[in-house]
Each structure stands twice: as structure tokens, then as C-alpha cells.
């Protein structure tokens, strides 16, 4: 089992700053990949941004250029540092977390995961 606790949401004007952290505990040993989606109110859940257990690393296209995502192995955390943010960027963002492991010899077996949410509100 993973769990995974985010923080550094918050209230933040138009062209402001922020960054979101994930703290995963538990079986980290199995996470592949881990990512940030983030869903505003009416709207479906999107990926904002994901990167592998080898450092890949891929983006939405509305948030390229602005957004990077990074990981801290030793504190078994992933960041997302937003800049440039506008009214748009508003949503519930939850961090997410994928695990391989292996129910038995050559038995492959995918779960996700995901975390309570923080949301980030962009306004005057």
C-alpha cells in the first residue's frame, strides 16, 4: 500500500507562485510513476503532469513552460513548482502514484493510487 499526502495549496493572485509537495509513505519501493492531476469545479480530471521512476518527465500542454515537476528520493517526495499562474490553473490538485509489483513470479500487477487533494485558488 502507498499513501500519499500533498500540501502547499493555497490562495494565490494572477502571475503569482506555488508549489505543491507529495509525500509518499508505505510500499514506495513499487512506485513507477508518480503525477499531479487537478480537477475544477464542473469539469473532469486531468493530468497536469507526470514523471517516471527514471526521471522522464511530460507535461499538459496548458501548462508547459510554466509548471515543472520534481522528485526528492531521500524525502520520498514529488514537487510541483507552478509559476505564471492564472484564473485557469483554479482546481483541486491531487497527487497520484502508480506501483508495479508482482502477485507472483512473473505476475505483473499495475495500482494506483491517489491523494486527498489540495486546492489552489488563483484570484485578485
Known amino acids: 500500500q502507498v499513501q500519499l499526502v500533498e500540501s502547499g495549496g493555497g490562495l494565490v493572485q494572477p502571475g503569482g507562485s506555488l508549489r505543491l509537495s507529495c509525500a509518499a509513505s508505505?510500499?514506495?519501493?513499487?512506485?513507477?510513476?508518480m503525477g499531479w492531476y487537478r480537477q475544477a469545479p464542473g469539469k473532469e480530471r486531468e493530468l497536469v503532469a507526470v514523471?517516471?521512476?527514471?526521471?522522464?518527465?511530460n507535461y499538459a500542454d496548458s501548462v508547459k513552460g510554466r509548471f515543472t515537476i520534481s522528485r526528492d528520493n531521500a524525502k520520498n517526495t514529488v514537487y510541483l513548482q507552478m509559476n505564471s499562474l492564472n484564473p485557469e490553473d483554479t482546481a483541486v490538485y491531487y497527487c497520484?502514484?502508480?506501483?508495479?509489483?508482482?502477485?507472483?513470479?512473473?505476475?505483473?500487477?499495475?495500482?494506483?493510487?491517489w491523494g486527498q487533494g489540495t486546492p489552489v485558488t488563483v484570484s485578485s
Open positions: 508505505g510500499s514506495i519501493f513499487s512506485i513507477n510513476a
Open positions: 497520484h502514484a502508480e506501483t508495479l509489483w508482482y502477485s507472483s513470479p512473473s505476475r505483473p500487477e499495475v495500482d494506483d493510487y
Open positions: 514523471i517516471t521512476s527514471g526521471g522522464s518527465t
